[in-house]
């Protein structure tokens, strides 16, 4: 088991381009989610999937565009990123375990744009 | 909706000195509670989990929190810090069995002095 993967895991991005950060989990989980991490901040939510086919926006939705591509898949997009885009991002993954929905993060992508 | 807070953004201890980590919430329903960390430039570890089977609660790496709701805390603690503990904590809550995306405070950074 793999668990939760990223890629890349740096990518430096001038203003205005657009790229795809990649996520997969390989543990048979319905909800994968999307945060952001900034210094003084914490985890953020970006988007969310409960499922395969749907996604919900979280409390940071703008500027970001996720496609639920599978249940193994889930990718974020930024169309046309922006200096306040830079930050670590983090993929997770839950299942039910113990009584409670446990979450399971990648390693992270750590985005730059200048 | 709910919320965390941790107190202290930083805290520092000696090397054998009680860790204590501070965690307050706010839920309109039973909260799961959760307490991640994370070592520098890796992803998030689940430390230990509140799902109301029991009010104090044993992690990994001799770990504990207390649920009070009486005080809305779930602090996090640890009778003798070691050197591997110096990390960031991110204290976290959740609803309806946890199938709920997180909300995460904004980390305590735990540094601890030889």
């Known amino acids: 088991n793999a668990g939760v993967t990223q890629t890349p895991k740096f990518q430096v991005l001038k203003t205005g381009q657009s790229m795809t950060l990649q996520c997969a989990q390989d543990?048979?989980?319905?909800?994968m989610y999307w945060y952001r991490q900034d210094p003084g901040m914490g985890l953020r939510l970006i988007y969310y999937?409960?499922?395969?086919?749907?996604?919900d926006k979280g409390e940071v939705p703008n500027g970001y565009n996720v496609s639920r591509l599978n249940k193994r898949e889930f990718s974020l997009r930024l169309e046309s990123a922006a200096p306040s885009q830079t930050s670590v991002y983090f993929c997770?993954?839950?299942?039910?375990?113990?009584?409670?929905?446990?979450?399971?993060f990648g390693p992270g992508t750590r985005l730059t744009v200048t | 909706a709910q919320s965390v807070t941790q107190l202290g953004s930083h805290v520092s201890v000696s090397e054998g000195a009680l860790v204590l980590l501070r965690c307050n919430y706010s839920?309109?329903?039973?909260?799961?509670l959760f307490w991640y960390v994370q070592y520098p430039n890796q992803g998030l570890q689940l430390l230990l989990k509140?799902?109301?089977?029991?009010?104090l609660v044993k992690g990994i790496n001799g770990f504990e929190a207390e649920f009070k709701k009486s005080e809305t805390s779930f602090h996090l603690t640890k009778p003798s810090a070691h050197m591997s503990d110096a990390a960031e904590y991110f204290c976290a809550v959740s609803v309806n069995s946890g199938n709920t995306p997180l909300v995460f405070g904004k980390g305590t950074r735990l540094s601890v002095i030889a």
């Open positions: 839920s309109s329903v039973p909260p799961y």
């Open positions: 543990m048979n989980h319905n909800s």
């Open positions: 999937s409960a499922s395969e086919g749907t996604t």
């Open positions: 509140y799902t109301s089977a029991a009010t």
């Open positions: 997770a993954s839950s299942e039910f375990r113990g009584g409670v929905y446990e979450q399971y």
